[in-house]
């Protein structure tokens, strides 16, 4: 059966108190939309429909970032859930399948409990909770599994703010079947909105049935403000830590490691304590990462080991076997088999071929203030400590810089360079001068 995801996510959030729509606000290094858009990937839509309002602009850039094929349907004035869904329905007008409607804001929805939804063979299929605190959400009027209808909190009688069964916002339903009940919705109610919420009593009076799936509570946490996004990030930071550990990864404390939405780690990787993954990192089976690194953008190969205190950034590739050691930085660099940088070094828009062992203190010097520069380094090269590489440069296969030097004319392949002042010792010199200097200063103090 065909699925189509549709995503709302016109709204302000007022309550973040921001200048950025609220489904641009980040967990796990991506924006809120995005997971939601992961969330509902899993189902392997034939359609992705986004439906922005707020900061359109932005938040349809965001989108097409995760998922180039997604649609946007713009949503001028916030008329409530259905006429949301209805300017979705618009966008794929000949799709045949069930529709399945995502909030922006709600990032923890489990893709079984999605799967869930659409095997169900109800017409219309709400997911639903038990909350603790079932507060201001709308409620669920039914009968075990069948659904009656929902009642907002602001429209709700005494009795059925009693209701602890809760409407997530979640729905699964035919497309050609919500096309028809959405465009039959009025918004006269408490809120004068066009609510999503009405088609169930819709469907009911056509005689369609309507269900309810369960899910836990946690799945539907929605985001309205700072702290409730703090708590998010912690949220999934401890499901992307827990899921590590059963893919096989060893973590010596994962409280203190940070992943990121799309954070890919191989089978026998060990982890030590206090990393950080930003977005676009994909470490492969058996490599380890020492304490205190900091990781973007970045393929890290086969046997290759980290740290401690490493630096990697965007666009850096490492072969397998490459050793990175501490307080060393890399950007847009990319490192051949069994390379070694072990000690404070910055390799910047560099390449550098199988083998080569990069002495400590080592810059690549790429910019000159104005444009960024290459410096491509060859296999089985040995570049001395405190070689300054002004780029472009090339230093070929097999070549040697003397420690100290400053390279700024390319290196064949096989030779020496040396760029630095010639050594001059002057025997003897040092004791004389210090015995001149203590003499001075001995004078000094017998004339104060
Ligand atoms: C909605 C449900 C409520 C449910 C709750 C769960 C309705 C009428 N009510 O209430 O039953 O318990 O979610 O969190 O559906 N949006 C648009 N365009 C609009 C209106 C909303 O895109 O015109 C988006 C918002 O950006 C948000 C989502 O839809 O992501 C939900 O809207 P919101 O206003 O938060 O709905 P609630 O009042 O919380
Ligand atoms: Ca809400």
């Known amino acids: 059966m065909a699925v189509a995801l549709v995503v709302l996510a016109a709204g302000q959030g ?4 921001s200048d950025l729509p609220k489904v641009l606000h980040q967990i796990g290094g991506a924006p ?21 309002g707020h900061g359109a602009e932005a938040v349809a850039k965001a989108v097409a970032k995760f998922d180039p094929e997604a649609e946007i349907a713009y949503q001028p004035e916030q008329l409530g859930t259905g006429h949301a869904v209805a300017q979705a329905l618009l966008q794929i007008p000949s799709f045949e399948g069930k529709v399945v409607v995502l909030y922006g804001d ?7 409990t999605l799967e869930a939804l659409t095997e169900s063979t109800a017409d219309v299929v709400v997911l639903g909770f038990e909350a603790a605190d079932p507060g201001r959400y709308g409620r669920l009027v039914a009968t075990g599994d069948r659904l009656e209808r929902i009642v907002e909190y602001k429209d709700a009688t005494e009795a059925e703010r009693a209701i602890t069964l809760c409407n997530s916002g979640v729905i699964c339903c035919d497309a050609s079947l919500l096309a028809l009940l959405v465009r039959e919705l009025k918004n006269d109610n408490a809120a004068g909105e066009y609510y999503l919420t009405d088609i169930i009593a819709g469907a009911r009076e056509k005689g369609y049935v309507a269900e309810v799936v369960r899910c836990a509570e946690e799945e539907t946490l929605g985001i309205n403000t700072r702290a409730e996004l703090a708590r998010a990030e912690s949220l999934f930071q401890a499901r992307a830590r827990a899921e590590a550990l059963e893919n096989g990864v060893t973590m010596v404390d994962p409280a203190t490691v940070y992943f990121a939405l799309d954070t890919w780690i191989g089978r026998d990787v060990v982890l030590g304590p206090n990393l950080v993954f930003g977005p676009g990192v994909t470490v492969e089976s058996g490599a380890r990462i020492e304490a205190f690194c900091h990781l973007a953008d970045c393929h890290i190969s086969r046997g290759s080991t980290i740290g401690p205190f490493a630096r990697l950034r965007g666009g850096t590739e490492l072969a397998e076997d490459v050793h990175i050691g501490n307080f060393v930085e890399l950007k847009n660099a990319a490192l051949g088999e069994g390379v070694k940088a072990g000690h404070l070094s910055y390799l910047g828009d560099a390449v550098v071929g199988e083998r080569t062992n990069i002495g400590a203190g080592t810059v690549t010097c790429n910019y000159d203030g104005v444009s960024k520069h290459r410096t491509v380094i060859g296999a089985n090269a040995f570049i001395g400590s405190d070689t300054m590489l002004v780029a472009p440069v090339t230093v070929g296969d097999g070549a040697l810089t003397g ?25 003897g010199l040092a004791t004389k001068l210090f015995e001149m200097l203590r003499a001075k200063k001995a004078a000094q103090g017998k004339g104060a």
């Open 14 to 17: 007022t309550r973040m108190n």
């Open 106 to 112: 709600t990032p923890f929805i489990r893709p079984e």
């Open 32 to 52: 809120l939309v995005a997971h939601a858009l992961a969330a509902g990937g899993r189902l392997a839509p034939e359609k992705s429909v986004v439906v922005v």
């Open 403 to 427: 420690s100290g030097s400053t390279i700024t004319e390319d290196v064949p392949a096989g030779a020496l360079a040396l760029g630095r002042a010639k050594q001059v010792t002057k025997p």
